[in-house]
């Protein structure tokens, strides 16, 4: 029996860097785990070729028993993997609730004819997009704010906003890329908070990256650590803490004398 | 109302069914043509040979003249759109110069250069602004359904768009397929209007006025693109009598919008929600 989602032997090199070496962990269903490491170890790499934005050079990697090479990233999508990103992927100029209705849109549908005319299932389907949507963005802290354009949200907010956007794909595997940078100490508490919240309400496996050690120990009992593009370390926070590869990598190493 | 002035709505309505498939393409998924008088042509020459030597009806004729223009917009699409940026528009000229060829050496089918004559005079002011109505109603329609959300979301950023889960190559050759059908109608209808259509009115320069009306009306509004329609028409017709100085004034229309207003007349909002809150206090 295959893992949930699992790595195996990935590696993705771009010109002479290799930027993921034989990367190998597996994560069980409805775990919260972290995938950290410092500024450049490959993380959001490993996003990318999870959700088929690159392709992978050497390895497989799974999801429910299927290899997902095989998929497209839109198809990836249809599976269960939803994502969302470093720097911002917004749709800048629409409103808030429309950011959201583009990726809740999938799970209601209704025909074209239906939409060029507005009649038959349109105002229905419609109605329930946009509840649905709402029902995201209350669940971030953003249903006050659901007329306003996209990209006038303080930033804070706009990664709220993109997690309420991942999340109403209806994700069973939802990544969240960096979902802490920029924010200061009062927002990356109440972001935990979430974060932890949405895991258990909606039954969801995460998998979030940082690269602030605080933040993952903190709501990930999963870690995986790496450095250069290879990992370094798995466990528990405490065995990741004590452990003199992460030390390295994070400190540096002592100079012998 | 004079024949004239009956001439000039007529005109309007044409135009604006041209200006609104544009603007679906070009406004809202991004993807700039410069070749769009094609599908005119497609749609202008399908239609009067239907019409003029196989009897057909002019409605029938109409869509099938259409249905050619999307065919092609098919075959073109598929192979340019797949691909992110600008190809689309650099194969858009090719088609527009391509088909205009086609057209003018065609002898036996298009008679060439010097036109097609003897074309029914269709298009008479209640089949215009019915044209121009449903087909108005059908865009705005599509534009605030889950097919315009999806357009939208390529335009503004077609790798999360990917990763939200839409087929952006799909969504793009659709939007230009549906976009086809609107210059083939508009081309049609124009064959009906004049009774004679010429290789040369699908040139280059009609390609571009298509898009400039586009631009000058604002990416991304759908009454933008109708309301900058009609200032280029009004424009270019209002100063016929001094026709040696036309192109001047439109040039000189177009570069003073892109001054005062380089987003366009309307941006990328509505006319139904300017009129509700001109200054755009709520979306701040």
Redo the contacts between chains.
Sequence with gaps: MSAFFELSGVTKNFGGVRAVDNMTFAIEKGELAGLMGPNGAGKTTIFNLV?G?YGVDCGTITFKGEDLARF???GI??KGI??T?QNL???????VV?NV???A??GI??T?A?????LGR?RRK?KE?KAKSMELLERVGLADRA???AG?LPYGHQRRLEIA?ALA?DPELLLLDEPAAGMNAEEVISLNALIRDLHRDFELTILVIEHHMDLIMEICPHIVCMNFGAKIAEGTPDEIQGHPEVLKAYLGEEEEE | MSGYAEGIVVLLCINAIAAMGVSLLTGFTGIFSLGHAAYMALGAYTTAILTVQHGVHFLPAIMLGACVAVAVAFFIGIPTLKLMGDYYAIASIGLGEAIRLILENWQSVTRGARGYPGIDNYTTLPVALAFVVIMGI?MF??I???????C??CR??H??A???????ARIRVASLMISAFYCGVAGALLGGFLSFIQPVMFDMMKSTELTAVVVFGGL?SMSGCLLGTAVITLVTELFRPISQFRMLIYGAVLVIIMVLRPEGIMG?RELLSWIKDPFGR???
Aim: proline share 1%; aromatic share 14%; glycine share 6%.
């Design positions: 959700t934005v497209k990233t839109y999508v249809h939803s994502r990103f992927r917004l749709f800048q100029r629409s409103s429309e209705m583009t990726a849109q999938h549908p209704y074209f239906e939409g060029m005319t507005h349109w419609e997009i007329n306003q354009a006038t956007r794909l | 059908f329609n599509l605030n359904s889950r097919f315009g959300r999806a939208k979301a503004d950023d790798v999360a990917s990763l939200l889960g839409f087929n952006t991304g990328n709520r979306s701040k």
